[in-house]
């Protein structure tokens, strides 16, 4: 179901799958696959695998996410600025918490976003909003 177009189905899937990946490690195992969805031509699936592979951060002892970083980064210059902001706020809420070392690398991606591809009315404001909350938080690591 993670790689359908969006459906109301298919968000309360994710939805479950991402409580699930608070409680317990049993989706961790599907790291790789989480990343792989990164590459999707789809919108939601890139979507789905970003907020995925962020909650699999507390779990991480292999360090899969230190590994792929750069690859998750580059994620942020998605062409969608809906699914900019999506990630940033997966940063900030499921990633950064459990890879605090990854702070720095994180914020010379994102004071370095060009959000003047966006639309200055709606989106860009939104994704400047998201940079600024997630650079504060890197700061007070």
């Not at 309360?12 to 790291?31: G, M, P, T, V």
């Not at 590994?67 to 999506?86: F, N, Q, R, T």
């Not at 404001?125 to 504060?136: G, M, Q, V």
Request: one cysteine or more; a positive charge.
């Amino acid at each position: 179901m993670l790689y359908e177009k969006d459906t109301s189905a298919t968000h309360r899937n994710l939805l479950e799958l991402e409580k699930l990946s608070d409680a317990k490690n049993s989706l961790y195992c599907y790291f790789d696959q989480f990343i792989s969805m990164l590459d999707s031509e789809i919108y939601g699936v890139r979507v789905r695998g970003f907020r995925l592979m962020c909650k699999q951060a507390k779990w991480d002892k292999e360090n899969k996410i230190n590994g792929s970083i750069e690859k998750i980064l580059l994620s942020l210059d998605d062409e969608k600025p809906s699914a900019v902001a999506m990630f940033l706020q997966s940063l900030g809420h499921s990633l950064l918490p459990y890879k605090k070392e990854l702070g720095e690398k994180i914020r010379q991606v994102i004071i370095f976003l060009d959000c003047s591809r966006f639309r200055a009315d709606t989106m860009r404001p939104l994704i400047k909003r998201e940079i600024n909350k997630l650079t504060k938080q890197i700061d007070a690591q």
